[in-house]
Structures are given as C-alpha cells and as structure tokens.
C-alpha cells in the first residue's frame, strides 16, 4: 500500500487545517487507518486512529476535541481535520495504514511520506 499525505501547511494560531492522505495500490478497506506526528529530536508520536469501517476513531490526549479524524473508503483517503492548532502542534504529520492494538492504537504497516503542519502564535 502506498500512502501520499497532503494538506499541510502554516497557519496562525487558532486556526484550522485538514490533511489528507489517499492510498493505494491495496484494498484500503482492509486497513485501519492513523496519524502520527513528529519533531525533531522527539520519537514519532500517535495523534488519531479510525477502524477499517470508520465507525470507531481514538485520540491522543493532547488532541481530543480539537481534531477529528475521518475516512472515505470509495474514495481510499483517510482526514485529519484541525481546528484550534496551537504551536505545539507544529510537527511532520504521516498517515499510517496496518491494525488496532488493543489499546486502539494504531500499529502501522505502512507509513506516507509526512507532510509539514507549521503553527505560529
């Protein structure tokens, strides 16, 4: 499965985003879907994952209520809406495909390339 995330960008504090990441090259229907962030010097960390059907998602902490994740399995694109972006979510975003854990975190396959999400106060 091959992963192209897209969507980022700068924004000033408060304000929105929607990443987007379309897949293929498999059956993306079989894969649940997350997003991931990373900084530099940090480890990559979890941000959202949604089940295959779409009907379960899961948030880390620091994002609950701020980001919504979503999924369009006609189209093999996964979302990731943002809203209320703060300068600590200035990261490298991926888009990851593979399965749940059982903590419903997502236990990657697969990784997209990243895409920057640059948040100024």
């Known amino acids: 499965v091959q992963l192209q995330a897209s969507g980022g960008g700068s924004v000033q504090a408060g304000g929105s985003l929607r990443l987007s990441c379309a897949a293929s090259?498999?059956?993306?229907?079989?894969?649940?879907m997350g997003w991931f962030r990373q900084t530099p010097g940090k480890e990559r960390e979890f941000v959202a994952s949604?089940?295959?059907?779409?009907?379960?998602?899961y948030y880390a902490d620091s994002v609950k209520g701020r980001f919504t994740i979503s999924r369009d399995n006609a189209r093999s694109t996964v979302y990731l809406q943002m809203i209320s972006l703060r300068p600590e979510d200035t990261a490298v975003y991926y888009c990851?495909?593979?399965?749940?854990?059982?903590?419903?975190?997502?236990?990657?396959?697969?990784w997209g390339q990243g895409t920057l999400v640059t948040v100024s106060s």
């Open positions: 990851a495909a593979g399965g749940l854990s059982g903590s419903r975190r997502l236990i990657p396959d697969y």
């Open positions: 090259g498999g059956t993306f229907a079989y894969y649940d």
């Open positions: 949604i089940n295959w059907r779409g009907g379960n998602t």
